[in-house]
């Protein structure tokens, strides 16, 4: 099968609507505020599309063949939807899978989708495209999708003008959507995304300080190079192969950097007893992503904004939570409780806590002491666990446990070892306290065990 036959072959089927209780929160939109501009057209994406994939239509692969019999396979059970998760898996198999198998047959391109979680991007959108072994930005993802179900966002007759028109109006739901997917693209500093209520796909593009353009509809009832699977394609190859990166609207930098600005601080603290720091005019860099789990992990540094007369910047750590999502801002409000309830703690047993505020209405940031390197078997020695011992028996003299005891949830710099990641932390009767120091022993006997074996 060649690349114009698999095109015009995959159908997307109709959905089967069915009746299912979400539990889910209703999401709360983000707020870019000042630095969204109205949008505007992108034009001649059509004939883009057309020189990207004109002089492969003749590609002849078995993988084409292949996919298109496992998408019909499952097209009748997948589009029976009842909820906004079951379109994105729908949408998973009709738009991702396609797309996949083109970007990896035709270009070669090491690539995937998945959900927030498998890479460290900020905030928590529904899909993310990311390439393998991305050596410049240091970052795999690419390009975000926001996914929608028809009946909650009904795709309008022109969405510019709608969006134009209505977006001082917060409750409607296109200018939620638009908000959102904006947010999370300038959260990570890419260009390019996209919204899909599964009808219709629309891409959206970042230009200069505050821009922000977004194609026609592809429709789902479109075929060939002009329907939504072409689309996808051409995005996704340009993100990979060209570009992606696009600067914060708060501040510039180089790629890999993202600014923020706290502008809704809840805790003013300092690094030094005699400093008082002014952090609605500090600006927070964030340059290596270490996890991402509910909240996104970060190192970088709290530097003075240009013209703000302040001398000191500090290395630190930034825990970072997309409290659009309600139970995100429900475990942030809790991890900053359990910081400043064990503040006694800080800068002894558990890193300090700097500052904790949000931006623009959408993520809540826990600026922290930077403990120095994870614990691992290669980098601790026995004297590690008599100072872990004495760090979990402070937080449980306070009626606290830590919660997610692990070799990793602990920070090591010149003999100070650290708890750190208070995400679980909670308040806890005795059996419970007894019960992670147990926990803590079987860390020390698997880590000695291993000592042993590496002797051996």
Known sequence: MNLSQFLNRVTPPEIQKTVKRSTTKTTAPAHPREYLADLTPWTGIDEDIKKLLDPHLNHSSRRFLRTAEVIEDKADTKSVCGNESDVVALGGTIYEDPTLAILREVFSIRCDFANHRATNNIGD????????????????????????????LKTPTNIITHFNRQRENRNDKIVKAISQLYGYMTFNNLIHGGLCNY???????RTGDTGLQITRPFLYSERGIRGPIAALTYICHYSATKESFHYSPVAGGP???????????????????????????????LYNAISKNIASVMSGEVVPRQGTIFKYQKTAFFKVYDITQPSNLEAADAEIKSYTDLKALQGKYIPMLYAAGATLKSLKFLVLEDCGKTASDENIDRSFWGHAQKAIDALHARGRVHGDLKLENFAVSNGIVRLID????????????????????????DWEEKQVDGAD
């Open 125 to 152: 959108p529904d899909r993310v495209f990311y390439v393998f072994n991305d050596q410049v930005t240091k970052s795999r993802a690419k390009f975000l999708m926001e996914w929608k179900t028809p009946w909650a």
């Open 199 to 205: 009808e219709a796909l629309y891409l959206l593009r």
């Open 255 to 285: 790629p890999g950097v993202h600014t923020f600005v706290l502008d809704d601080l809840e805790i003013e603290g300092t690094w030094d007893k005699d400093i008082r720091v002014p952090w609605t005019n500090m600006n927070l860099r």
């Open 422 to 445: 208070l995400g679980a932390c909670r308040p806890a009767p005795e059996a419970d306290r007894s019960e992670e120091r147990s926990s803590l022993c079987l860390l020390k006997g």
